[in-house]
């Protein structure tokens, strides 16, 4: 199926008081409708900076230094910020991790929706109530109508996450970015969360971007998946290739952390060694000071992606040798 979303080549520069740093280069994907793909990395490897770069919300200090962003068959990354406002609000929802920053605590949920509903479908308050509460009923709130005049303090935070998830989807969008949207959640309600996303997803043909640090939610989550290092996608393909046999070792390190659906997640702590900071990346292979399988040439030539069975990885081990 033709791509909803194409990323192709994304490059952001911040503006420090060292200079320009590169925080994310040469990031390419695509989306499809109805497709959910995941964004999974470390804390600063660039993957909510791709997100905001799609969508135009970078802060002051970042830009756009490469490559486009096409939805839809239009380039949008070069829109004016009026443009682009509509887009979002229209075409494009949003999911953060913490479901109060979305909800505004003075309004009670059915106000939000219908202000929503009624910016940007043409729909008569009676209509938009109506559809509020559909949408209610269909990220799984009992009792939706009565809800609707309560307040978000008034729900739990999983089902406020479901609120959030209507307001995402109140104005019809076809994309919908989901940045850490289980994070704050129990386990239990993170899996509840995820499924909701995945069904209605399907049902509307959305096309979704998951951002995550967590391979669990991926897993549970994704049809493919692409993992960020040091603001590089390293490693993209199907989620079950991709999850049974990594062909990059920081991916195979990320399976490493994988907990159990129960019980506490962690961090990411399989990998020894960190990240580098922005503007610290080292030459070559930035994965080298950590890797187990580091050879010569990894400290001095980048591998950009190459084939790896079904997925991409940009690791010198498929440069025609198979990973060991
Ligand atoms: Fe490791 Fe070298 Fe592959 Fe980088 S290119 S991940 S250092 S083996």
């Not at 490897?45 to 200090?61: C, D, F, Q, R, Y």
């Not at 929706?113 to 109506?130: F, K, M, Q, Y």
């Not at 996608?233 to 991709?242: D, F, K, L, N, Q």
Request: proline share 6%; net charge neutral.
């Amino acid at each position: 199926m033709a791509a909803l979303l194409e990323v192709n080549q994304l490059c952001v520069e911040f503006q420090t008081r060292h200079g320009r740093v590169r925080a994310l280069d040469d990031v390419s994907f695509s989306i499809a409708p109805g497709e959910i793909l995941g964004l999974v990395g470390e804390s600063g490897a660039g993957k909510s900076l791709t997100g905001a770069a799609i969508v135009g919300l970078l802060e002051p200090s970042a830009h756009l230094c490469g490559g486009s962003v096409v939805f839809d068959g239009q380039r949008i990354d070069q829109l004016p910020d009026a443009s682009l406002r509509h887009l979002r609000g229209r075409h494009i929802g949003s999911i953060f991790q913490d479901p109060l920053t979305a909800l505004n605590p003075l309004y009670t949920v059915g106000a939000q929706l219908v202000e929503t509903i009624r910016t940007h479908l043409p729909l008569s308050t009676a209509d938009a109530t109506a559809r509020a509460v559909q949408l209610l009923e269909e990220t799984g709130i009992q009792g939706a109508a009565a809800r609707l005049a309560q307040y978000p303090h008034q729900f739990s935070g999983g089902m406020r996450q479901r609120v959030v998830i209507a307001l995402a989807l109140a104005a019809e969008p076809r994309l919908l970015i989901a940045d850490e949207p289980t994070t704050a959640l129990d386990v239990s309600v993170q899996a509840q969360v995820i499924s909701l996303l995945r069904r209605l997803g399907r049902q509307r043909s959305l096309a979704v971007l998951l951002v995550t640090h967590d391979m669990g939610v991926i897993a549970e989550a994704c049809d493919r998946v692409a993992v960020m290092y040091a603001g590089r996608i390293v490693e993209i393909g199907p989620v079950r290739e991709v999850i049974h046999a990594p062909a990059h070792p920081y991916t195979a390190g990320l399976m490493g952390s994988i907990p159990p659906m129960t019980g506490e997640r962690e961090r990411l702590l399989q990998i020894d060694g960190a990240m580098p900071r922005l503007g610290a990346t080292p030459g070559g292979c930035a994965f080298h000071p950590r890797c187990p399988h580091v050879m010569a040439r990894c400290r001095t030539e980048r591998p950009e992606l190459l084939p790896a069975g079904a997925s991409r990885a940009a690791c010198w081990l498929h440069d025609g040798e198979a990973f060991r």
